[in-house]
């Protein structure tokens, strides 16, 4: 009798944890993991200290200090990749120097490890990596962490506003997964069962927990940005965390370049979204951002209502093969709609 399977390509190690940075080599052994020469990426600023933690415990490792996720700082990291020979790429740092590490290990074929020093949205985890070429920022397939090694007593120090990011993030999948069930009815768009739940359970236990408790919690943060990238390398798409929302983020990037926070631009969007694919539960995400202090409109990050709705009206452009609510939306439910979330 025949047997299929599908093959998922998850990483090795998922720990998240306190003060075990200084004895990373042990922690390691814990899931049979050995290298001798790490090859660390920082950035310039407090990830230096905290990658500094990390190598103390390494007799022999090799550091680079990035300040961008430029392809120039790329080619700059392969030159000393080629020198040092390392067994593994240790990226210690924000969205910048982990989408660098990512894409780096893709082209040299070196496994790599994401240490994230804040939680300010799901890269920490995913397959995908953000590059600027140019003038223009892109999203690109790489390859998923071989280890992410979360610790909290880093990101419960990072500023606020990234964790507001992080949340943001984690929340869209919300609207993500409605988008993507309104693509496959619309378009026979695949629709992955298991990566959709993993996505929605990621987002509403840390949601649910965060509302019943009345304050967030750090490790379900964490928790769930892991959970969100693991969705997207199960279903080989950014679909199970990707819908109209990051299109609009995607757009106001595009038109605004460096207006905010991708996850807070996301956020904002979300509750927009929802009341377009009517689903009330914006208003309890709303009352949710509220009491976090989250921006409760694109006003509160720079944007005014005309600049949100060009974004909003450029976004199905962004990504032509993406269907989403937006395809089916006219402009006139689009005004309403900013008119009664962002009131």
């Keep these: 009798m025949s047997q299929f399977y599908k093959f998922l390509n998850i990483p090795a190690v998922q720990k998240i944890g306190r003060g075990f940075l200084q004895k990373l080599p042990e922690v390691l052994k814990e899931f049979h993991l050995y290298f001798e020469h790490p090859f660390f990426v920082s950035g310039t600023t407090e990830t230096r200290q905290v990658a500094a ?18 392809i120039s700082e790329i080619e700059r990291v392969e030159k000393e990749i080629d020198v040092s020979s390392p067994d593994v790429i240790v990226a210690v740092g924000g969205g910048k120097v982990i989408d660098t590490a990512k894409f780096v290990s893709m082209r040299a074929y070196i496994p790599f490890l994401s240490i994230p020093t804040s939680l300010s949205n799901d890269g920490i985890a995913s397959p995908i990596a953000v590059i600027k070429f140019r003038k223009r920022v892109k999203s690109i397939g790489t390859v998923m962490p071989t280890g992410i090694l979360i610790d909290l007593d880093i990101v419960e120090k990072a500023r606020y506003s990234t964790i507001l990011s992080g949340i943001g993030d984690l929340l869209s999948n919300i609207s993500a997964i409605n988008d993507w069930y309104i693509s496959s009815k619309n378009t ?19 949601f649910l927990n965060s509302m019943k408790r009345g304050k967030i919690s750090i490790e379900l ?3 769930g940005l892991m959970m969100s990238g693991i969705a997207m390398a199960i279903a080989h798409t950014s679909r199970p965390c990707s819908g109209a929302e990051h299109l609009i983020s995607h757009a106001i990037d595009r038109l605004y370049p460096f207006k905010s926070l991708h996850g807070l631009q996301v956020g904002i969007a979300t509750p927009f979204v929802l009341y377009l694919q009517n689903d009330e ?6 009352e949710f951002y509220k009491g976090i202090s989250f921006p409760l409109s694109p006003e509160k990050i720079g944007l005014s209502k005309k600049e949100f709705l060009e974004a909003v009206y ?3 452009e962004i990504r032509a093969n993406r269907y989403t609510i937006l395809n089916r939306t006219k402009r006139d439910s689009i005004i309403e709609a900013f008119n009664n979330v962002y009131q």
């Excluded at 103390?56 to 200090?65: G, L, V």
């Design 314 to 316: 450029l976004a199905p």
């Design 188 to 206: 026979n768009e695949h629709f992955d069962e298991y990566a959709a739940s993993l996505s929605i359970l990621s987002s509403e236990s840390f």
């Design 53 to 70: 933690i990390a190598q103390s415990s390494f007799r022999h490792f090799s550091y680079i200090q990035i300040k961008e996720n430029s």
């Design 281 to 286: 539960r914006y208003m309890e995400i709303l």
């Design 221 to 223: 943060l964490a928790r």
